[in-house]
């Protein structure tokens, strides 16, 4: 999830002007083995959250804009389905630890799902932004 958070922070720092990124560019920039971020860009392309282009000048662009993609939605892409799914009680033996557990699986799903919600790729990109003046301050 983060080398996918962080080429769509790249992406989404260059959407005003919507030129393409290709690979090797994102991949430089955010230290992603190339290999590696061939096949996350793929699935956020299946996942409707990044288009190809072809050609010469071509790469990847956002498919939407970056403050209407939340962190969620990239989770969604990544992991496939809906959170919690992967808690189910398969060996129908309903005890009071796995009930116990379950519950405590399922608020931190839900704490997750709130945090992962509220921030988008545009929030990520002012907060990258606002550390980088930070960094440019100095003080005499």
């Not at 096949?39 to 392309?45: C, V, Y």
């Not at 282009?53 to 969604?76: C, I, T």
Request: charged share 25%; net charge negative; proline share 2%.
């Amino acid at each position: 999830m983060e080398y996918a958070c962080l080429a769509l922070i790249e992406l989404a720092g260059c959407y005003q002007d919507a030129e393409p990124l290709q690979i090797r560019q994102i991949a430089a920039q955010q230290h992603i083995p190339d290999r590696y971020l061939e096949q996350l860009l793929a699935t956020l392309r299946r996942g409707g959250l990044v288009r190809s282009q072809r050609g010469a000048k071509g790469g990847y662009v956002l498919a939407q804009d970056p403050w209407q993609v939340s962190l969620l939605d990239v989770f969604h892409c990544l992991e496939g389905g809906e959170v919690g799914s992967s808690q189910d009680d398969r060996t129908g033996q309903q005890t009071a630890e796995r009930s116990v557990m379950r519950e405590i699986w399922q608020e931190a799903e839900t704490a997750m799902c709130t945090v992962l919600e509220r921030q988008t790729l545009q929030d990520l990109v002012d907060r990258c932004n606002a550390c980088r003046q930070a960094d440019l301050m100095y003080y005499i």
